[in-house]
């Protein structure tokens, strides 16, 4: 792992073995990592997610990268300036990824294991390290599907459900003290259910039915409902 950290052919490495069509979406995961270690996301972090969460607005993430910069110009703070340029990378990656003319440069992805394990670095929370590290490599892992588009796609939208179940699920009210994957083994199914077309209220009573029959919680299917509309947002 170290070696990412140092050697920028690991880090292209990385990079290339993430498809084309999910680089800004894979790059948004790893960047979503750090959220709630940030007092205040910038606004200028928050309009880059919405750029990447679309397709069509992959282009505006040229104007993106110069609001990053201007930021990051201001910034004096050494530790969020790596998080600032692992923004800027991404915002770079994302306008690469549009196809429009004049693109970044084309190792501007190679950077973001790099910067993303050393801002992980300056955190002392050894569940992020974890995470980061699992996210950065989550294609290295899925070698298989870089061939497949939809396949790719399909992890991507997988990853994002486990994160909705952990960061804003929780039923248990754990994923600041336990490890990630307390809530893993749910996340197929639910994955599923979203592949099959299910509705908000067949995703919900299934989040219910797992709160109370399973876990053994107190459930709620407002609440479950809130979630299942975060699902099908993916």
Sequence with gaps: MEKIKTD?????QIFDNVPSAVRPDWAGLILKRFDRHIDKLPIEIV???EIIEDSKKWKESHEQFTAIRKLNLKNTNSEFEIYLCLAECIAKITYNASGL??????????YIPRLALKFADTIA???????VKATILIFNRNKGIKKSVKSAKDLISFKKIDDILWYDWDPIGINDVAPRDEYS???AGIFKLR??????IKIGKRLLDLE??????PGNLEECLIIADKILAV
């Design 101 to 110: 003319p004049a693109p970044f440069d084309s190792d501007s992805g190679f």
């Design 212 to 217: 109370t029959n399973t876990i053994g919680m």
């Design 47 to 49: 309009g880059l997610y």
């Design 8 to 12: 920028i052919n690991v880090g292209q």
């Design 125 to 131: 929370d050894e569940y992020l390290n974890q995470e």
């Design 185 to 187: 083994g749910y996340v």
């Design 195 to 200: 592949k099959e077309g299910a509705d908000r």
